[in-house]
């Protein structure tokens, strides 16, 4: 499985971007798609992640509830991340993740930096 992701960009406190990433290969296999981000000098933590059942569960980090929403399109193999209100703690590169089968797979990353 191959993921590409893309929307990282620059922009103000209180503005918004959105990420999408898609996948390609063998994504009959995924189960779950999400995102991480990582700071300089912090660990890679995750954003918000999403099932890719039929229930499309989701599970966000407590920083981001309410701002960001995470979703899917299953026939494109892609998720995105709708991230809103964004803050300056939110800079971070933004990496697309799979699971599949017991393998984790991750996409480059993308850069999101909050200035004013």
């Known amino acids: 499985v191959q993921l590409q992701a893309s929307g990282g960009g620059l922009v103000q406190p209180g503005g918004s971007l959105r990420l999408s990433c898609s996948a390609s290969g063998s994504v009959f296999s995924i189960s779950v798609m999400g995102w991480y981000r990582q700071a300089p000098g912090k660990q890679r933590e995750l954003v918000a992640s999403?099932?890719?059942?039929?229930?499309?569960?989701?599970n966000y980090a407590d920083s981001v509830k309410g701002r960001f929403t995470i979703s899917r399109d299953n026939a494109k193999r892609s998720v995105y991340l709708q991230m809103n209100s964004l803050k300056l703690e939110d800079t971070a590169v933004y990496y697309c993740?799979?699971?599949?089968?017991?393998?984790?797979?991750w996409g480059q990353g993308t850069q999101v930096t909050v200035s004013s």
């Open positions: 999403i099932t890719m059942s039929n229930g499309g569960s989701t």
């Open positions: 993740n799979y699971y599949a089968l017991g393998i984790t797979g």
